[in-house]
């Protein structure tokens, strides 16, 4: 049993899809949240740059003693993940590998649509990752950088998203797709505007839940659970800039157990 938080963090706010699918997994379990409000977003910045602001989140989480870390930004388990495990000495999990692991599991005929941002499609991370599960898997990619701005805002289904989402979606539904992985933060509030321009045939993938059942996997196997403490769970929410807007939006991530946010300085 190890009762020490788990690490989580993202780009700002949109990792709270994220911890919301933690808190409901692992309700026992305590975490420190951190969110780079002060240099987000990550999605259209270099992969070195990505990873040199991750490299700083690596060392401030590692200094709140965490047992696990949870990279819960796609942009930045696209490009940093690999280094980030190298220098971590506790297990670090990104987003990408879970949700195309869910992603293939789902499909029926082969073809699986992938959305995020900017970096993240650039990246191909879930294109490898989906073919190194079955080299026969078809994937096709779409950046979709305007989502999140709208979810930001609170317009997850305003016309303007929908017009948008019907233009980034057209090429995926004349590839007829199957399979779509929500390969951002941000999109699992876009849900039930992407499923009703999709259709009930398509199978939308919550990287945040698969996620989630793997830091489960994770835990369980290197025996870091928090189980039957007996201790309530603890939660940190803390941002490198301006903590008020954060709570304002986040709480539409996360309702009310958003609480209590801290700033702290992050260089470089
Ligand atoms: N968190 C980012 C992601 O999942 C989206 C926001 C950003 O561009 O920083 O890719």
């Known amino acids: 049993m190890n009762r020490a938080p788990i690490g989580i963090f993202d780009s700002g706010l949109g990792g709270l899809t994220v911890t919301a699918a933690l808190f409901e997994r692992l309700p026992e379990e305590s975490t420190v949240y951190f969110g780079d409000t002060a240099r987000v977003p990550y999605g259209p910045k270099s992969p070195a740059t990505v990873r040199r602001y991750c490299a700083g989140i ?4 590692l200094e709140q003693q965490v047992k696990a870390i949870v990279v819960a930004c796609n942009t930045s ?32 005929n082969g073809r699986i649509g992938v959305i995020g941002t900017s970096g993240t499609v650039a990246s191909g991370a879930y294109a490898k990752a989906l ?17 999140v701005p709208f979810v930001e805002e609170g317009w997850f289904a305003h016309p303007a998203t929908e017009l948008v ?3 980034y979606l057209g090429p995926l539904i004349s590839r007829r797709i199957d399979t779509l992985v929500l390969g951002c933060t941000h999109y699992p509030l ?26 489960v996997e994770v835990l369980e196997g290197q025996g870091l659970r928090a189980e039957g403490s007996g201790e309530p769970p603890t939660h940190r929410f803390a941002v490198s800039d301006e903590a008020q807007r954060f709570t304002q939006v986040g709480t539409r991530f996360l309702g009310a157990r958003l609480t209590d946010v801290e700033v702290v300085a992050m260089g470089g």
């Open 190 to 215: 876009l849900r039930p505007l992407l499923g009703e321009i999709l259709g009930p045939d398509v199978t939308l993938i919550d990287s945040a839940v698969a996620t989630a059942d793997a830091v």
């Open 165 to 167: 989402a019907r233009e």
């Open 131 to 147: 073919q190194l599960l079955d080299p026969g898997l078809e994937v096709v990619q779409q950046a979709c950088p305007l989502f």
């Open 58 to 61: 690596l060392e401030w989480l």
């Open 77 to 108: 388990s696209a490009h940093a993940l690999d280094e980030l495990r190298a220098d971590s000495p506790v297990p670090v999990l990104g987003v990408i590998e879970p949700g195309a692991k869910a992603a293939a599991a789902a499909t029926r």
